[in-house]
């Protein structure tokens, strides 16, 4: 209970560092006994795009050049080899350790082998599909994609050097759709008419 609380203190003081310059931050949380994590603390990069906790308690922070995981006491960085921005968003855990997050300045998606610690490469056989994910979500332990026309489940295929993916549509999307969220068997996704579009994946 008390790492939990910690974590939480944790993530409450890494989002307001989002809206407030690192100076008046570290005043800010220096006056009120909270210490603020940035790159002099070990984290990779200041710019952070998502925040996952796994079920150990390690907390895994998207930035702009990778995954950094943090123990509570320590940063453990996993840079993207690609030296230009990426942003690692909505960062989601499947059975198989595998970390997935939405590279959302590119429409793309990465995969990280938690077990080996490096990003796995990933295939489709249809290709232009992983060019095009504007969003994603995990729910029962599956992948699902947003794409420009269509809400897809990306099966995967998990081999020793790369993932494949096969996209499989559920739902052709006749409006804009912002992102999707998972809340039990439903999957939601949320439209640009503030409408919820529902789908059971159960069924």
């Not at 939990?4 to 570290?26: G, H, P, R, V, W």
């Not at 994609?145 to 050097?161: F, P, Q, R, W, Y």
Request: net charge negative.
């Amino acid at each position: 209970m008390k790492q939990f609380i910690m974590m939480k203190s944790l993530i409450i003081t890494l989002l307001c560092s989002f809206c407030l310059s690192t100076t008046n931050a570290q005043s800010y949380f220096r006056q009120c006994g909270i210490q603020l994590l940035t790159k002099q603390n070990g984290l990779s990069n200041n710019t952070l795009t998502g925040i996952y906790q796994d079920k150990a308690g390690f907390l895994w922070l998207g930035t702009d050049v990778g995954l950094s995981r943090y123990d509570g006491i320590h940063f453990h960085n996993y840079n993207l080899i690609d030296k230009e921005p990426r942003a690692l968003t909505h960062l989601y855990e499947t059975s198989n350790n595998l970390l997935w997050s939405h590279i959302a300045n590119l429409n793309q998606i990465a995969c990280f082998d938690k077990m080996r610690g490096i990003y796995m490469p990933l295939i489709s056989p249809t290709p232009e599909v992983l060019q095009d994910i504007q969003d994603i979500c995990v729910l029962q332990d599956k992948l699902y994609a947003l794409t420009s026309n269509a809400i897809v489940e990306l099966n995967m295929e998990k081999n020793a050097d790369e993932i494949r993916l096969t996209a499989q549509p559920l739902i052709d999307i006749k409006t804009k759709v912002l992102g999707l969220y998972n809340n039990e068997d439903i999957l939601c996704a949320l439209t640009a008419e503030n409408q919820i579009l529902l789908y059971n994946v159960s069924r």
